[in-house]
């Protein structure tokens, strides 16, 4: 029994590792495209293995996963294929007998996606944004997170409640002085324009709602000029953020440890986002949270689901295990995606969406692996 689950686990994890590695290897295509445009720009060498090795360990969270379905489904298809398993319940083994090290396997790599997803991913992603500052070529739109004022540009305190490239939308811009706030600037939408050679950052506003204090009055609100524009442009001053390369953490940089404290006071993680914002924030930090535990016990479920997949296949052909791979993937996506997507919708309570294909994987692999017994 020994020299079998050796046998099994030795398979299993030559396969797993193989798969692993070129599942990564497509990922970091997206980063050798950056890499190379960095290099032509004349970043150093050093820089550049940087940014590389900090997007191992996000990559990592989710190929781990989709890598050991892979994996699994190719194994129990080959098995099946050459009659193994037949020949192993012949001489007495159950299939639970059979598959019980390949299924402990995907418990420990669930323990080290949890960690992956916890702590190391987001530490080497936000690591990753800070030597990007550093060198001043960071896209600089990804400074405006949504649903949090951002305080860093000289002078100015700015909002956006939705961001989706270069179009913001529900943008509001107070305008600091000496005293306070001397101007707010509410637009309906507008469009960015990053000024790298000049370290700024365009905003051109449209529908736009100017409310400017009396100077003769300015604490009395009733005395407040209301103006109406089409457009109205207003320019950020990157140069301090870039030059001391000041980065504030992200929700995708925050830890669990980070995370937890944030839900449990989140104006004080995020200072300035509106009353009303609170629970829609609160909803992103929870969702995001769920998310990463989802994926990494992915692994386990990934096991449950496939294992059975992969004797009815009855297959040995790489291509029916990836193809059967890219449809259960899909499937997990999709469910992750559109919870992310109700974030702004808390009533419908995203986070619990999130383990709807992690429960529905166990589920139906515990049913279809009792089938094959």
């Given at each position: ?32 495209v950056k890499a190379v445009d960095l290099l032509a ?134 305008e600091m002085g000496p005293q306070g706030i001397k ?110 535990l989802g994926l990494a016990l992915s692994c386990f ?73």
């Amino acid at each position: 029994m020994r020299v079998l689950e050796r046998y099994l686990l030795r398979d299993f994890l030559v396969t797993c590792l193989l798969t692993l590695t070129v599942i990564t290897f497509v990922m970091c295509l997206g980063t050798v495209v950056k890499a190379v445009d960095l290099l032509a720009r004349g970043v150093s060498g050093i820089y550049i293995l940087k940014i590389f090795i900090f997007n191992i360990p996000f990559l990592l969270s989710f190929a781990i996963p989709i890598s050991v379905l892979t994996t699994v489904l190719l194994l129990f298809g080959r098995l099946s294929s050459d009659g193994e398993l037949n020949a192993m319940k012949a001489c007495g083994l159950s299939l639970w007998q059979i598959i019980t090290p390949i299924v402990l396997a995907a418990v420990c790599l669930s323990g080290l996606c949890l960690y992956l997803n916890g702590t190391l991913a987001p530490l080497s992603h936000w690591a990753q944004r800070r030597v990007l500052v550093e060198l001043g070529m960071t896209e600089p739109e990804n400074l405006l997170e949504e649903g949090r004022f951002v305080r860093e540009f000289p002078g100015l305190m700015v909002y956006v409640a939705k961001r989706e490239r270069k179009k913001v939308t529900d943008v509001i811009v107070y305008e600091m002085g000496p005293q306070g706030i001397k101007r707010s600037v509410r637009a309906q939408r507008g469009f960015l324009t990053p000024l790298l050679d000049k370290q700024q950052l365009r905003i051109d506003l449209y529908d736009v709602r100017i409310e400017a204090p009396d100077e003769n009055y300015p604490n009395d609100l009733t005395r407040s000029h209301d103006i109406r524009a089409a457009h109205y442009p207003v320019t950020l001053d990157l140069s301090g953020l870039m030059g001391k390369g000041q980065v504030h953490k992200k929700v995708a940089d925050m830890t669990y440890g980070e995370l937890i404290e944030a839900v449990q006071d989140v104006s004080r993680a995020f200072p300035g986002v509106a009353p009303k914002d609170l629970a829609r924030t609160r909803m992103k930090l929870v969702v995001d949270a769920n998310t990463r535990l989802g994926l990494a016990l992915s692994c386990f479920a990934f096991t449950l689901l496939g294992i059975p997949l992969g004797i009815k296949s009855h297959r040995r052909e790489t291509s029916i295990g990836f193809a059967i791979s890219i449809l259960i993937v899909f499937f997990f996506y999709f469910f992750l995606f559109f919870a992310d997507a109700l974030v702004r919708q808390p009533e419908l309570r995203p986070d619990l969406i999130v383990w709807v294909p992690v429960l529905l994987s166990e589920v139906v692999g515990y049913l279809l692996l009792r089938r094959s017994v």
